[in-house]
């Protein structure tokens, strides 16, 4: 079996357990990132892979071997950090050559590979300079093309563009997935905080919160389909309004009561050992629209504050049962008072239930 | 009067008028001066921004100026000129006489053998305790131990050195260490101090022993300020610890090794009280500072002493320039 297989990975530092046993298996050729609130535990997940912190429990596989007692340099594998991590006394063309120098790689071979990554990165004409006469964006090109050099079976990243200005992060994003494109059988883990870019990188997200995996899925999958509440609300942006509710009947649809005793019937599947029990009702921003006519309101409430972007509009809408207000992400230009009364509907199938436990009825 | 009253006036006296004249100076410089009012104020408020680092710093400018500058130039002159003759100019007499001593030539081929053994001895096993006590759990009091020689005075130092390479008569018990270890090893007793040229290197030992500690220390920081993960990149690129600690934190700690080696080579140029203490200078271990001392204060001849002073001087300034522009280099 090609790629990798996390086997209850666990970490502790002391008595503190950072990671709580993640099971993972990513095929050959996949590019994966880990999402997640800061502190939930990419970083020591990713490190744990890359061999720069050791396993306390579990098994890690890369292409069907155990690595866990393999050194870093062996397991095939190269990692991007945040910060560069560039030899600060070295030329771009040295830092690019340490590796398959340490390796003692023949002197035209190196050049030819070092060569090689320079022109896929369009490093060529700063081979001779130091990190610091580059600017940022290069200096992660540098990172990227060390190790490219490597030509490992797994790259890994760990937040690669947060030190990155919001331009270039979008540059070097796409440069990044390209160059996933032209090595297709490169698999690629990448850690990021930044859901924008889980969404347009991954071909399957995982997301962690406390050292658990939460969910892992694709983009859209997560997107349309959340497993919990924190999935839901960390996935979207802005995030899923979230609405305390009961289950008033079940059954192959699911009827709940809002706060303010509206009923909204949602097309999701319950078992009747759920009658009577809380739950959270959620829709996002953007399936939210405005009723038209005299059709009845799946949300109602008075309008707190109007943001015209241009393109969209967003409405936060004081409604019974939430302390926060609600957001509403509207299509175009809509203009309302403050205080007014606002209804809003949404679509059946772009509703979301959780139980009590917080875990959609989708997913029970 | 009690010395300690004594002491608290002079205190008193000695900070109050720091903080006086820094007060009344700047008062007068904002009040009367360049006041801040009347029709110039703005032009007064420039001007009198741009002499005040001047008020600042001339208290500084003028002890360095009567402490450092004036004796130099004193001492050039009084290399030029003969105490015998009733201070009269010379010329280079004084040099050419120097030249003609083979005590000054001894003494400067042992400051160059002190040039070049005690800096690169001190700076190695500096940095090498520095990277070993980082690595251990005791690390911090191995550091105190190898940082103490550094609060003992070079004297106190050559006394305890002394002892150790101390020789009794034969049939006696040998106290000092070193004997005490060869006749162990079955050798006979030596007076170490005057074995030529050996105990130039037992000199040196005494002063290596207290700039390794300096050495630790400094380049300990440096060592910690080498980013983490420029050293995990190298773990993943493959590098073993010895690669590691040659090819990613030396080279980065660089402009501190230089700092830290010439800061070394001037106290080695300047080492006195240690040649002094054990030696003075006989069996072939005279060093330029000692054999001024000689001169000045032994011969009372102030023409050859200032002339062999102002040879220390004119080797110690180049090092001391290129120790003071890496340093600012290094804070760069
Ligand atoms: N060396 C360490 N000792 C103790 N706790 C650590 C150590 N390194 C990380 N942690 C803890 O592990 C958790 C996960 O850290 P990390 O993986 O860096 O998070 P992330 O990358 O998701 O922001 C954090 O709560 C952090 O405090
Ligand atoms: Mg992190």
Redesign the pocket.
Known sequence: MAGLALKQIRKS??P?D?IHGVDLDIDEGEFIVFV??????????L?MIAGLETISGGELHIDGQLVNDIPPSMRGIAMVFQSYALYPHMTVFDNMAFGMRIAKADAAEIKRRVGEAAEILQLEPYLDRLPKALSGGQRQRVAIGRAIVRNPKVFLF??PLSNLDAALRVATRIEIAKLHESMPSSTMIY?T?DQVEAMTLADRIVV?SA?NIEQVGSPLGLYDNPRNLFVAQFIGSPAMNIVPAKIVKTGTKTTIELPDGGKVVAPIKSGSALEGSNASFGIRPEDLSIVDGDKKPVLQGQVSLVESLGEVTMIYVDIEGRDEPLVAKLAGTHMFERGSTIKLTAEPEKMHVFDSEGISLQHL | MNPAILAILTIIIGVGGCVGYFYFSNQLLDKVIFPARGPNIGRNINRANMVRPWLFLFPAIFALGLYLAYPVFATLWLSLTDRDQGGAFVGLANYSQMSSEPKFWEAIGNNMLWLIVVPAMSTAFGLLAAQLTDRISWGNIAKSMIFMPMAISFVGASVIWKLIYDTRPENQDQIGVLNAVWVWFGGDPQTWLTIEPWNNFLLMVVLIWIQTGFAMVILSAALRGVPEDTIEAAIIDGAGPFQIFFKIKIPQIMSTIVVVWTTITIVVLKVFDIVLAMTNGQWGTQVLANYMYDKLFRSFDWGVGSASAMIIMLLVSPILVWNVYNANKEMR
């Open positions: 530092y002391g503190v950072v997640g609130p800061s502190g939930c535990g990419k970083s020591t997940l490190r760990d937040e850690v905080h962690l050292g």
